[in-house]
């Protein structure tokens, strides 16, 4: 099946600071990306929809200046967590739409403890 | 956007007993995929459904949808440890390709 890969698995940071975690598709093009939240025992919450080449299309609540998207590259997408804070730590994940658009592949996920 | 529920949100189960949980909508549903979250992994796809009454079975997982595309299930025959994890169920928008996550039931299997 299609791989997504994620970096950093794990991030710790102190609150204040920016944190970068990059999400490839490695094995096929992903027009379409996504990232999720998710918190201790709940379900995955859609933070965004990052799309190549145009602005990200983020979710209501979600705060677009605090959570930067960039999808440069037709197998890149980024997500930047600026001035982070403790409310901020989480379970990130993203995924690619699959070429036919059926479904979607998630990637590992990345953990984010702002101290 | 379409909603989806998954109620219990954790269920026991003694190994080799079997398993059956339920997505279920109060509106039509175009399709329905299930997911399965390992203990700290991330979500794999499992099947997608868009067939009315539509059956489909992987190894000893049954995955139906309803005849009225309202609800769809999930049912583990003789459960094992591995089956261990988080099962959601999902609905894709088709426009946009985006998910919509049911919360999910976590189940754990006594050995």
């Known amino acids: ?115 | 956007g379409q909603q989806v529920m998954q109620i219990p949100q954790y269920q026991h189960v003694q190994e080799g007993e079997d398993f059956t949980t339920y997505c279920n909508s109060s509106t039509t549903l175009s399709n329905i995929q299930w997911y399965k979250q390992r203990p700290g992994g991330h979500p794999v796809f499992l099947i997608q459904l868009v067939k009315s009454g539509e059956v489909k079975k992987q190894k000893r997982l049954t995955f139906q949808f309803g005849e009225a595309k309202k609800n769809s299930s999930l049912h583990i025959t003789a459960t094992q440890t591995t089956d261990v994890g988080t099962y959601f169920c999902a609905v894709n928008d088709g426009a946009n390709s985006k998910l919509t996550f049911g919360k999910g039931i976590t189940l754990s299997v006594r050995p």
């Open chain 1, 1 to 115: 099946g299609a791989v997504v890969s994620q970096h950093p698995s794990r991030v710790i940071c102190k609150s204040g600071t920016s944190v970068k975690i990059e999400c490839r598709s490695l094995d096929f093009q992903a027009t379409t990306m996504f990232w999720y939240r998710q918190f201790p025992k709940q379900s995955l919450m859609l933070m965004a929809t990052s799309n190549e080449g145009s602005k990200a299309t983020y979710e209501q609540g979600v705060e677009k200046d605090k959570f930067l998207i960039n999808h440069a590259s037709l197998t890149l997408s980024t997500l930047t967590v600026t001035s982070a804070h403790p409310e901020d730590s989480s379970f990130y994940i993203c995924s690619a739409r699959s070429p036919k658009g059926e479904t979607q592949y998630f990637g590992p996920g990345t953990r984010l403890l702002v101290l």
